[in-house]
């Protein structure tokens, strides 16, 4: 009896030992940290028989009962150290009446910037939709991994283009250069045709507004809450270039713009790819 309880503290030994060396290997290099793999967020986007004028507003009651997904953002990677989002999160909701194809953002920002000078930046707000088949894994930069259909929604071209107030700088030049009898460099100034500037990208540096622009847009701004809406006809005219909503999953990115903390460019709060369920 002495001699099977001596070999039983034996074997509880030498698993004990066993136990401790394997966990020193496994925690040599350091102290491993479980990630939880964060699921990818879901935007509904489900028929609606309803039609939003935005030349009287964004339809903010109709809005206010649709439920939403809040977004969580990230800044940036552009230099380390890696700063946090200027802007945490974004709120998204989605309809399309068989016709059009409706994205409402919202997001909280202090400064309402809907100008543009030196060293004063505009808010703006984006959505991002990978084009072709091959999509890569992540969304980085918005357009760096991948060809891409960009809606960019900026708060002073939206001033501009809604309320008639020009965001401009004042400049001067000489009208009348000597001995010319009339301007032959006039000043000119691009005139949009909505506050939504529709782009194409292929990779980084790549970034082009497209000829003709399908997007519709517009925004409020209250009480530290920026809402945008954006708007266009549910089906592509162009697959090259244009988005494509087949009902179905689809995916697609955000970024907004904080302009008072410096964004523009490439300076924004991203999100990684969300996925959209259009019925």
Known sequence: MKKIFIISLIVIAVLSFSLLVYKGVKQARGIPTVVKEKKMPIVEVPFVNNHIDLSSGIGRQFWDMRPATKIELIYQLMVIPWPKASVPYVKVKSFHNKEDIYFYLEWPDDTQDSGADIKNFSDAGAVMFPLGKKVVTQSLMMGFLGK???????ANQDREYWLGKSTEAKVYVDFYYPFEEQELFAVSKEKFDSAVNDLVAIRVGTITRKPIQNIKGRGTYNKGIWRVVFKRTLKAEDAEVDAE???????????????????????KSISNWVDLRIR
């Open 148 to 154: 891409a259909n960009i809606w960019h929604w900026k």
């Open 245 to 267: 909503f087949a009902f179905g999953k689809k995916l697609c990115a955000f970024a907004i713009w904080n302009g008072s903390k410096g964004d523009r460019g490439g300076r």
